[in-house]
């Protein structure tokens, strides 16, 4: 590969890091064609881009780039795969459903960058799956500002029931 190529594709994954808030690595390294395209498929339906990279051209990517991701240099070693997604738990739920699906060990998480934050090892893969996205978070916060108008509302409009019954049953006794 030539210079001009290395640097090329080089200056292609920096501008994909720095528009990404989230991205996984991982290794899917000994999957066959069917589950091969099987994973890109799925990786398609769910709006995850699954690029296969070399880790020298990664990790120089990873150097121009403004995210602070040293702490994945460490896992640029064997087959790496990199999975650019919107969404930050998006890509860990694919792992866990694809792997238990194909009842297969891959593809193996091997890091991720999500939310300014460094995870390393297939051991995170539960803790990333668990992390709610921004829209998850936004929904979660609008029902707890929901929650006590709702309260609210619901005892006025019984406190009215029962006081409108209340009076009836007075006008009934006086007539």
């Excluded at 060990?105 to 460094?118: C, I, N």
């Amino acid at each position: 590969m030539k210079k001009t190529e290395k640097e090329s594709i080089i200056n292609g994954l920096t501008e994909q890091i720095n528009a990404s808030n989230h991205f996984y690595l991982a290794d899917i390294a000994e999957l066959d064609a069917e589950n091969t395209s099987a994973l890109r498929r799925l990786c398609f339906n769910r709006e995850v881009k699954l690029v296969v990279v070399k880790n020298t051209l990664l990790r120089k990517a990873l150097e121009n780039s403004e995210k602070e991701a040293e702490g994945l240099y460490d896992v640029l070693k064997g087959n790496t795969s990199v999975m650019f997604t919107e969404s930050g738990n998006v890509p860990a739920k694919l792992i866990k459903e694809f792997t238990k699906k194909n009842n297969t060990d891959k593809p193996l998480l091997k890091g991720a960058y999500v939310e300014e934050s460094v995870y390393v090892g297939a051991d995170q893969l539960e803790v990333l799956a668990n992390i709610k996205s921004k829209n998850e978070l936004i929904a979660d916060v609008v029902a707890l500002l929901q929650s006590p108008a709702k309260n609210v509302i619901s005892s006025l409009q019984s406190g009215g029931n029962i006081l409108t019954g209340v009076l009836k049953a007075i006008e009934e006794k006086k007539s």
